[in-house]
Nanobody
C-alpha cells in the first residue's frame, strides 16, 4: 500500500504562486507515474498534470500549461506542483495520485493511490 500526503495549499491572491508537495510512504513510487488532479467547488475532479517515473516527460491540462510545473524527487518519494500566475478559477481541492504504470494517464480511474487533498483558494 502507498500513503500519500499533500501539503502547501492555502489562500493566495490572483497572480500569486504556491508550491504543493506530495510525499509517499509505504513503498517507493520511483517506478510509477505520479499526477495531480483538482476538484473545483461543485464540479467533477479533473486532471491537472502528470510526470513519468524518471521525470523526463510531463503532461498538463490545457488550462494550466505555461503556468504550472510538475516535478519529482525520487530520492524523497515526493512530487511537486509549482503553480504560478494563479487565477480564481484555479480554486479547488488538489489531490496527488500514483499510477502503477510507466505510462502517464489522464483519467481518475487510471490511478491507484490518492492523497486526502489540500485546499487552494485564489482570491480576485
Amino acid at each position: 500500500q502507498v500513503q500519500l500526503v499533500e501539503s502547501g495549499g492555502g489562500l493566495v491572491q490572483a497572480g500569486g504562486s504556491l508550491r504543493l508537495s506530495c510525499t509517499a510512504s509505504g513503498r517507493t513510487v520511483s517506478s510509477y507515474t505520479m499526477g495531480w488532479f483538482r476538484q473545483p467547488p461543485g464540479k467533477e475532479r479533473e486532471f491537472v498534470a502528470a510526470i513519468n517515473r524518471s521525470g523526463g516527460s510531463t503532461y498538463y491540462a490545457d488550462s494550466v500549461k505555461g503556468r504550472f510545473t510538475i516535478s519529482r524527487d525520487n530520492a524523497k518519494n515526493t512530487v511537486y506542483l509549482q503553480m504560478n500566475s494563479l487565477k480564481p478559477e484555479d480554486t479547488a481541492v488538489y489531490y496527488c495520485a500514483v499510477r502503477r504504470s510507466y505510462y502517464a494517464g489522464y483519467g481518475e480511474a487510471q490511478y491507484d493511490y490518492w492523497g486526502q487533498g489540500t485546499q487552494v483558494t485564489v482570491s480576485s
